[in-house]
């Protein structure tokens, strides 16, 4: 780590790993913003098209928990540089898919190709930006992938309106490389630390050693918990809104645009806080507290149509302060040299979630329930302070033993 950074040099670091993950995100919701198109197109049912988003996000979360060691082994910036790639060479796929199991096979190829941005973004991030800047790296990190999640439906949706969805695919593919040539251009901002040699008559099972840490499981399951909650408001949010509220699909869609903007600026700002404080446990806690209750609002239907935008808002604000507190709390569990490792299997449990939460608030939308999609948004939420807490009593009481 580098901590005589001038402010220019984190800068540049920290928003060229920002636009890549923008990327990554965008990608995540590459299938599911041209559903409208894709449906008629091959003659395909709900449970078909939503198969595509199960297999994208299954292949990311293995992936990504091998990724990590992939990192670990060849350094960061080679395996982005990959998963970039990748991500436009699926876009290409899609295009010219012509049946059901090519674009399955395109969402496997986008799933392998997303697999690699966590453990690569946050092992750059570690290594190349200076302590006392770290935590607003990781709130401007998050802060890009709202971005893409925002950008991907108002992009993909304009562009097949206007050339149909393979216009919009081959329009998405060129995203990448755009990119791809920035990071190129800047890969001396991206060098990655130099490889430690494997010590010598090192056991065997060294590498896995990590697995072994208690708080590595207990970030994994923070994330997976969350990620279910989350699952359930990129899904079902918009159709639970219009069952509730009687309000039109467009304003309960305006409200999940209302979520994902909030969210982003509630990272810049938990930026701040992650950066001035060392409990940040107690930073989630209180931030998932009040997306919790909030949620709990929203079910019970007691407001107006237009406050429950509001407080879609309100909930990805007080979501988005948790951020970059718990990246940080992250890092402080994972043992030094093994960043990547460490990251990918923590953050296949974003992946998990995101692949679980749909299926899951799928089946109560299908029993008739809209209200229950918030309250179990909210228990999920509930759930995840809990791991929280337990997770930063474990890292404070390594980090005498570790200094």
């Known amino acids: ?23 990554s995100h965008f990608y995540h919701l590459i299938l599911a913003a041209l559903f409208p198109w894709l449906k008629p197109a091959f003659a395909l049912s709900y449970a078909e098209l939503g198969l595509l988003m199960t297999v994208f996000f299954v292949v990311s979360g293995v992936g990504q928990a091998l990724a990590g060691f992939v990192v670990d082994r060849v350094g960061a910036r080679r395996v982005l540089f990959s998963g970039v790639a990748l991500l436009g060479v699926s876009a290409l796929l ?37 302590a006392a800047r770290l935590a607003h790296g990781f709130s401007v990190h ?40 920035v990071l190129f251009l800047n890969r001396a901002a991206l060098r990655p630390d130099p490889i430690a040699p494997a010590k010598a008559g090192a056991p065997a099972g060294a590498t896995l050693s ?43 869609t305006s409200a999940y645009t209302a979520y994902m903007l909030a969210s982003a600026a509630g990272m810049a700002l938990g930026g ?12 989630i806690a209180y931030a998932f507290a009040g997306a ?8 019970a239907a007691v407001v107006p149509a237009w406050a429950a935008v509001v407080l879609m808002g309100a909930i990805g604000f007080a979501a988005g302060i948790a951020g970059p507190s718990r990246d940080l709390m992250i890092r402080a569990a994972a043992p030094k040299q093994a960043t990547g490792r460490v ?16 299926l899951l608030f799928g089946a109560l939308m299908d029993g008739g329930h809209p209200a229950w999609i918030f309250v179990g948004i909210a228990l999920f939420q509930a759930l995840a302070i809990v791991t929280a807490v337990g997770l930063g009593g474990k890292t404070r009481a390594a980090r005498p033993q570790t200094a």
């Open 1 to 23: 780590m580098m901590n005589s950074n001038t402010l220019r040099q984190d800068a540049r670091v920290i928003g060229l790993v920002g636009l890549a993950h923008g990327v």
């Open 94 to 130: 899609l295009a010219g898919a012509h049946s059901y199991a090519q674009l399955l096979a395109g969402a496997m190829l986008a799933g392998v190709g997303n697999s690699v941005f966590h453990p690569a973004d946050y092992t750059l991030l570690n290594q190349r930006v200076s």
């Open 210 to 252: 990590f697995l072994r840490l208690p708080s590595v499981w207990m970030c994994f399951a923070f994330f997976l918990i969350t990620a279910v909650a989350l699952g359930g408001i990129q899904s079902f949010a918009s159709v639970g809104l219009v069952a509730l509220y009687g309000m039109s699909l467009a304003w309960a």
């Open 142 to 181: 998050g802060i890009s992938g709202n971005l893409g999640w925002a950008a991907a439906p108002l992009f993909l949706t304009f562009a097949a309106g206007q050339g149909g969805w393979r216009v919009a695919l081959l329009c998405a593919a060129a995203l990448p490389g755009v990119v791809l040539l």
């Open 343 to 358: 990251y990918g299997v923590v953050y296949s449990g974003l992946d998990s979630g995101l692949a679980i939460g749909p």
């Open 292 to 299: 919790a209750l909030l949620a709990l609002l929203l079910a």
């Open 272 to 283: 701040f806080l992650a950066a001035n404080s060392a409990r940040h446990d107690r930073t």
